[in-house]
């Protein structure tokens, strides 16, 4: 353990988080106890001020245990120590001996000196108490020895202790840090090498004088504080370079110090800083263990959540929370109240379930707000605002989108990426950030086994009609179940539009969420369907992987879309149903005022209470409460499917694999394995429902919150807990911006339909911020000329004007296609300018090749020529050919990395080169 | 009630466990059905089927014969678990670098794997072959003697593994086993290796070769050797005898000797 941390806090700045990294990969191979401790170090490093303190004492728990372990180990210090010491005051004395030695070194010397120091405190207090622990009794028999001194308080001695452990360490510091840092002092090294046994025996004489020297002072009968100062006088003055006494050495001393400080500082504001990314400790983790394509989910869930929160902000703080706090209360207005006829069981849990009852009449969906032009003391513009956000979550989420794709497509290379396959794999397509030694076996076996397989693969042609066949079959059985999900959707949605109209009451729990549970069903079912088929197929993995993902999407935006046109089905039932309901409403009114004349002429304004008012369907709020549900039930069966597939599973395999008849582990139901590409597409189709219903609905935003909050909780425990590593470990470097095209692409066909019915469906009258108006756009129009001076109403109108807009439209698009041009001509240069280089390394590896055989051939004749005279000079040729040997692979490898960039980036699972992230 | 949309939802997972354990049913229709079928039919057991196949098409004395005849009809006619032609070059690849002297060989069934190590054995080698099954038995050794092995170099013993393993120094005079071959029930594992382990029998250096780890699969088996210390572990990854698609492995223990 201390080893770690020392590693740790050796390698300062610079690459602090590899470090850190290190450790916990480290402590991953540990067992949960130590773990939980050096975790609980590792983060109290984060906060520096107490570190050490408590560091000591926590240690001192810890330890209690493994002390004897830790004696060991401390023994072994010991004795390195030991070697570093002597050599240390080595050449302490030659510096003695050669007063005027050269400034340099001497400094050089001093910041040694202080390394160790500050080093040595950081680990000393640890080690302090350690120490302390073992050499209490040993020392209280020493001082009970002499017999002068008495016995004292036990903490009194306990000081004593740890003053004079305070002096040891002083003088062995250096050598620790020799030990360790040996690589950093070369020279040193050197120069220990050099010592010849007289000269060893000099350090040995010294340094046991030195041990005398305190030992004395240790049996003197004095107080604590003379000796204290004796020895500082004594002997670290005297001794201890940058700490003692001397010219310029104390400022010398406190700068470095100081500088230490600050890189601890800044190393500990590093940490903090990662402690600041949200869950960035669980994904490095799930990272060693799975490698960085499952770790990219993860960070793909991280930046949706970060989407999310925005989207949520703007929704929650100008929308809900405006009409929650300044709107009319709820029951003043009809549509703000629970009709009569549900009032009875709009509390029942099934019915808010299904968010019915008073859910429906509330801030969550559509309905409930009012069209008042402006709420409020702040006269806040209520409808404006509705529509504003509306489209604002879509263009900032447009913006978002693109942004990320055009930084990712920035770091795809172009050129011709289909040569030397094999090699890049063998070579460069190792996955550093692995740190499980299962997931290195896979990886490994990729790297090589499979990689010559798929070699081997590719060059080899079999019965290409049984394939072929096979192929046929596996697409019709694809097109099979494509065109048979989108019907059985498609039919559920038309039974259960006839559900609705008989009653929803009369039917059970099945009938009404047939649809939810049909849709998340095929969604969870249908991918395994595909993945089975692709195999089927037996195209190359990569080749199956697309299409399986092609599959995937074709299949989920079949059921979305077959959904949305059930849906607007149902819109133009609901709005015939309106119509009625407007009519009736007036004969109603009519009935109520004569049936109130006749009673009573003076009271005009007629009170009915506002649950009796008629209403219409309101099918705004219809739409909202689906899409609601539709992320409900995804949402359940997304966990149901993560309880049972992963969790049920492996508990299965766990504990009844001892008494089962096959080997339940390696054959059939394995552990399983954790799905990449299924679950990225799961959570782009569940963003674009929430951007599609999010008009309808203001809190959809905040549901998926929770959603992608709980997931990321549930997913990173299930997959370290009862997932194994894939046997085919890819790295996730060009994915992302292939997950972001789709994501784009959801978007853009998530939005299509929210604007179809913004723009060519009235909305309802009785319902939702914009009943009343023709359109709900007719709000922007309405704030143009009621809100803004008159002048701007003209501008704006001379603006919408066909004649200026039509050539600022094609102005945009001569814009794009200029652009489009500019880059496609930069891309080719690139190519070209790559080729140049590539065909210059070409010449210039050829060239090197030429001179090292001349030098060869030249080195043989000359050898040949000198074989006669002597022995000795044969023997330093072969040094002279194999230096131009070893020459030559770095420039090729040198043109190989200007010249063609490995893997494929348009085949974005399989791209096995480079850490892009 | 369920609606029958909710019930077709579930056909795309009824298609996928079809198309993916598709071999485990070919397996199942093979090794259970058929083998019901004819034994209704013919009033014979699967073994005794097999030798009247192989005294019919083989020829007599001819080791290769006898086991190419037993391959065909395992493959083509019905289904028995053998040890199969492509696990059965890795056996041979192991007789032929340790050229064992004296081998045990657990569950004979019908001693297609009993003449597949004779026939690569060194001459003055020996093999004990235990099967618990007397009907298996009368017929391995029928076939035995039709590849043309006698008794001085098979001993078929006809009782349970885990009494013959105890008795074997007294009984058989047996004092080390180079190799041990492991084909019996897979349950029988550990018990017999832990047996072995403690007869004495095993040098350093002996093999234990055990069929059938990962399917039908010796979990405990595995678990025991790996964690023990006393052997060196290797599994050759096969697929299963006859069948395609199911895989399977051989488990190479080397004994590394008591320290």
Known sequence: ?917 | MVSPAIALAFLPLLLTLIIRYRYYFVLLYRAVLIRWVRDCLTGLSREERAFQYILTHATPGDAQSILDTFDHWCSKVEFISNIGPKKGKILDRLLQEHCPITVLELGTHCGYSTVRIARSLPIGARIYSVEMDERNAQVAEKIIRLAGFDEDMVELIVRPSDEVIPRLREDFGVERLDLVFMDHWKRCYLPDLHLLEGSGLLGEGSIILADNVIFPGAPNFLRHVRRSGLYEVRVHRATLEYIRGIRDGMAELTFLGIK
């Open chain 1, 1 to 917: 353990m201390p080893r770690h941390k020392l590693i740790a806090s050796e390698s300062d700045g610079k690459d602090n988080e590899f470090s850190l990294y290190y450790v916990e990969v480290e402590e991953n191979s540990k067992g949960g106890k130590e773990k939980q401790a050096t975790r609980d170090g590792k983060r109290r490093r984060a906060r520096k001020g107490e570190v050490s303190r408590r560091r000591a004492s926590e240690k001192r728990s810890t330890e209690m245990s493994n002390k004897r372990a830790e004696k060991k180990h401390e023994k072994h210090h010991k004795t390195t120590r030991k070697e570093g010491e002597k050599h240390r005051k080595r050449q302490r004395r030659r510096n003695a001996d050669e007063e005027a030695e050269e400034e340099s070194s001497k400094e050089k010397k001093n910041i040694k000196n202080e390394r160790t120091k500050t080093l040595k405190l950081e680990d000393e207090k640890e080690k302090d108490v350690k120490k302390k622990r073992k050499k209490h009794v040993k020392n209280e028999e020493d001082d009970a020895n002499p017999g002068k001194t008495k016995q004292k308080d036990c903490q009194d001695v306990a000081l004593k202790e740890k003053k004079k452990k305070r002096k040891k360490p002083e003088t062995t510091s250096e050598s620790e840090s020799n030990s360790d840092s040996e690589s950093k002092d070369n020279q040193a090294v050197g120069v220990l090498g050099s010592l010849t046994p007289e000269e060893l025996e000099k350090l040995k004489e010294a340094v046991d004088e030195r041990k005398k020297l305190i030992t004395t002072l240790k049996g003197k009968p004095w107080p604590m504080k003379k000796k204290l100062v004796i020895l500082r006088y004594e002997f670290v003055e005297k001794y201890e370079g940058a700490l003692g006494k001397g010219k310029g050495r104390k400022l010398y001393a406190y700068k470095v110090m100081m500088m230490k400080k600050w890189m601890k500082f800044q190393r500990d504001l590093e940490n903090f800083k990662t402690a600041c990314i949200p869950w960035e400790m669980k994904i490095k983790e799930i990272e060693s263990h799975f490698g960085s394509s499952v770790a990219s989910y993860f960070i793909f869930l991280r930046w949706m959540y970060g989407i999310n929160m925005i989207l949520f902000g703007l929704t929650f703080g100008l929308v809900m929370v405006p009409e929650a706090l300044m709107g009319k209360p709820y029951g003043s207005m009809p549509r703000k109240t629970v009709p009569r006829e549900e009032e009875a069981s709009a509390m029942n849990f099934a019915v808010l379930w299904d968010f019915g009852g008073y859910a429906k009449y509330s801030v969550l969906f559509y309905g409930y707000y009012n069209n008042q032009r402006a709420i409020g003391w702040l006269k806040f513009r209520m409808p404006l605002s509705y529509f504003l956000v509306g489209v604002g979550t879509v263009a900032y989420s447009y913006m978002v989108v693109i942004r990320t794709m055009a930084r990712n497509a920035n770091e795809e290379g172009g050129g011709d990426d289909t040569s030397f396959n094999f090699s890049w794999k063998t070579f460069t397509s190792w996955d550093y950030l692995i740190g499980n030694p299962e997931t290195a076996d896979n990886k490994f076996a990729w790297c090589t086994k499979e990689a010559i397989v798929e070699e081997q693969e590719s060059r080899k042609d079999d019965n290409i009609h049984l394939t072929r066949f096979l192929r046929v079959l596996a697409n019709f059985l694809l097109l099979c179940c494509l065109a048979g999900s989108g019907y059985l959707i498609y039919f559920v949605v038309r039974r259960s539009q006839k559900f609705a109209l008989e009653g929803l009451e009369n039917y059970g729990w099945w009938e009404r969420n047939e649809v939810n549970m049909v849709m998340s069903l095929l969604g969870m079912f249908c991918p395994m369907l595909f993945d089975v088929i692709s195999t089927l197929e037996n195209y190359h993995p990569r080749i199956a992987l697309q299409w399986q993902l092609g599959c995937i999407f074709a299949l989920f935006l079949g059921n979305l879309y077959t959904f949305i046109i059930a849906l607007m089905d149902a819109i133009q039932l609901k709005r015939a149903e309106e119509e009625i309901v407007k009519k009736n409403m007036t004969i109603w009114q009519a009935n109520l005022y004569n049936g109130t004349v006749s009673d009573n002429s003076t009271a005009l304004p007629i009170t009915v209470h506002t649950g009796n008012v008629p209403r219409g369907p309101c099918w705004e709020t219809m739409v909202g409460q689906e899409f609601v549900r539709l992320i409900i039930s995804d949402t359940m069966t997304t966990y149901i499917t993560l309880l049972i597939g992963d969790l049920f599973r492996a508990v299965l395999v766990q504990f009844l694999n001892n008494c089962w008849c096959w080997d339940l582990e390696y054959g059939f139901s394995s552990y399983s394995e954790f799905d990449v590409s299924g679950n990225v597409l799961g959570l782009i189709f569940n963003q674009g429902m929430i951007w599609m219903g999010a008009f309808y609905a203001p809190c959809l935003p905040a549901l998926n919150l929770l959603r992608l909050h709980v997931s990321m909780y549930l997913q990173c425990w299930a997959v370290m807990c009862c997932n194994v590593p894939q046997e085919r470990v890819f790295k996730a470097s060009g994915s992302s911006n292939f997950y972001m095209a789709l994501l784009l692409v959801i978007l853009f066909l998530s939005t299509l339909p929210a604007i179809y019915t913004i723009v060519s469906i009235p909305p309802s009258f009785d319902c939702g911020p914009f009943s009343g108006k023709n359109r709900m756009f007719d709000v922007i129009q309405e704030t143009l000329e009621t809100d803004f001076p008159a002048w701007f109403g003209k501008v704006f109108s001379y603006a919408s004007n066909p004649v200026l807009v039509l050539p600022f439209l094609l102005l945009l698009v001569l814009a794009i296609y200029y652009l489009q041009s500019t880059s496609k001509t930069y891309k080719r240069i690139n190519m070209e300018l790559k080729k140049k280089l590539q065909t210059k390394q070409n010449e210039e590896t050829k060239k090197k090749n030429k001179l090292a055989a001349n030098e060869l051939e030249q080195a043989r004749k000359a050898g040949e020529q000198r074989s006669n005279s002597s022995q000795h000079t044969q023997n330093s040729e072969p040094p002279v050919s194999s230096t131009h040997t070893t020459t030559r692979p770095p420039a090729s490898r040198g043109h190989t990395a200007s010249g063609h960039l490995p893997g494929h980036p348009q085949q974005p699972q399989k791209n096995s080169h480079s850490n892009r992230k």
